[in-house]
């Protein structure tokens, strides 16, 4: 069984600019949500994903967008990147059925300067 | 006030301690209660997942939950360095993969040799 992974392991960008992180999901898991954990916090929920559309969404701005593909892999987008958006970037993929765990990825590090 | 208040510690134990980690929460429509582990540079994994009120062993692991008081516990017996670790406790209204979690902020725990 394949764990979930995700590309890149971290990254530095500037403010203003644009960033894209990616995330393969578990074998035979069909959702996938992300979520923020800035530095000493607990993760915050982002939005999740099932069947290449938006299934709910957490108090962020629409400058956070994302997308699934048909083989259920997610990208996270972040337009317009601020200071605060300096956080570690879970995704995290499960089965919609059932009482099912949401496995985690080991997140991509994201550093705004 | 936050919906779930964790005391972040940090906590420092000898090898062999019983640990006592705790949560609280506000919103009453949570059922389901988790505990995830945090190592450093790693994403969450699952240690003990709950429904409603009552008990769970799981090996040197018991999690608690009192809804009536809206308090979790999770207690660590015989606890080994390779305990040590962020502690998360998540919260959700249902089971299942597709519903968003709410964490605490997390408790850092070590355990000394």
């Known amino acids: 069984e394949t764990g979930v992974t995700q590309s890149p392991t971290h990254l530095i960008k500037t403010r203003g600019q644009q960033v894209t992180l990616r995330c393969s999901s578990q074998?035979?898991?069909?959702?996938v949500s992300w979520y923020q954990q800035a530095l000493g916090q607990g993760p915050q929920f982002i939005f999740q994903y099932y069947r290449e559309e938006e299934n709910g969404r957490g108090n962020f701005p629409p400058r956070f967008s994302g997308l699934q593909f048909p083989n259920y892999s997610s990208e996270l987008n972040v337009n317009a990147l601020e200071l605060d958006d300096s956080a570690l970037y879970l995704c995290?993929?499960?089965?919609?059925?059932?009482?099912?765990?949401?496995?985690f990825g080991p997140g991509t590090r994201l550093t705004v300067l | 006030q936050k919906e779930v208040e964790q005391d972040p510690g940090p906590l420092s134990v000898p090898e062999g301690a019983i640990v006592s980690l705790n949560c609280t929460y506000s919103?009453?429509?949570?059922?389901?209660f988790m505990w995830y582990r945090q190592y450093s540079r790693k994403g969450p994994e699952l240690l003990m997942y709950t429904y409603s009120s009552g008990n769970k062993e799981d090996g040197r692991f018991t999690a608690q939950v009192d809804k009536s008081s809206k308090y979790i516990s999770l207690f660590i017996r015989d606890s080994q360095p390779s305990d040590s670790a962020t502690y998360l406790c998540a919260m959700s209204p249902r089971g299942g993969g597709s519903e968003k979690l709410v964490f605490g902020k997390g408790t850092k725990l070590t355990v000394n040799p």
């Open positions: 995290a993929s499960s089965q919609t059925s059932g009482h099912n765990e949401q496995f």
């Open positions: 074998s035979g898991h069909n959702t």
């Open positions: 919103n009453s429509a949570f059922q389901y």
